[in-house]
């Protein structure tokens, strides 16, 4: 009796020990929430990422390039039909990111909630000093922001001159800027359309040290992880 009991107990420490194991169990979850149970936060995103898409191929598939505070959502499932989710990040229980390479040279985040749904963007072309944004001043022209964050400079010629990080709310002009001691929120005002941003002045600068913003009755994080900076 005891040697069975023996032999039981090896069978099935070599099933348990030596058979290949599935690092998650996805077989009960949503299309969305077995992406999101694939997060990975150590290895880093070059070696993860085998694929770059230009910024103009990341705007045609439902304007995610669009992004923002507009409380306009789509499911990452959409998005990960046509650009694979290859790096994925969890920050917490609640908020996770998507990293993409782009042909420009900048790296691409799609920040998500927890239904895998996307609610904000962002686009890094290296980080901004945090030093050059604390001397901006309510007054102050578009233009200067164009001088300390170069994304806006570089990309408005390539996307019908609708600088990247930006967005109109109700009519209401906001730019967002991730810098190495937190990030910027600044709305504008005396701009009649998109395509005449660089008239408009500043109205409000907003900064967060945890790298949240929040509207539309929700919290946007912004965060990302050192690994991918």
């Given at each position: ?7 039981m107990l ?73 650009f ?102 600044i ?11 660089e ?31």
């Open positions: 009796m005891k040697k069975v009991i023996v032999l090896i069978l099935l420490l070599c099933f348990s020990g030596c058979a290949p194991k599935q690092l998650v169990d996805t077989s009960s979850l949503t299309e969305e929430n077995k992406i999101l149970a694939l997060a990975n936060n150590t290895t880093p995103y070059n070696k993860l990422i085998t694929k770059e898409y230009s910024l103009h191929e990341l705007n045609d598939t439902a304007g995610i390039l669009r992004s923002d505070l507009d409380g306009y959502q789509i499911p990452l499932r959409v998005v990960d039909e046509k694979k989710v290859e790096c994925l990040r969890k920050i917490d229980d609640k908020n996770f990111y998507v990293v993409y390479k782009t042909k420009e040279g900048g790296l691409y985040y799609l920040f998500l909630n927890e239904l895998a749904y996307i609610r904000n963007s962002y686009y890094s072309e290296g980080v901004l000093k945090e030093k050059e944004f604390s001397k901006l001043k309510v007054g102050d022209s578009a233009e200067r922001i164009m001088e300390i964050d170069k994304v806006f400079k570089n990309t408005r010629g390539g996307l019908g001159k609708i600088p990247i990080n930006y967005m109109d709310i109700k009519g209401q002009y906001y730019s967002v800027h991730i810098t190495d001691k937190g990030i910027y929120f709305s504008y005002s005396g701009a009649s359309s998109l395509e005449t941003f008239n408009s002045k500043i109205k409000d600068i907003i900064k967060s040290d945890d790298m949240k913003i929040f509207g539309f009755n929700q919290t946007y994080t912004y965060e990302i992880l050192s690994i991918d900076k």
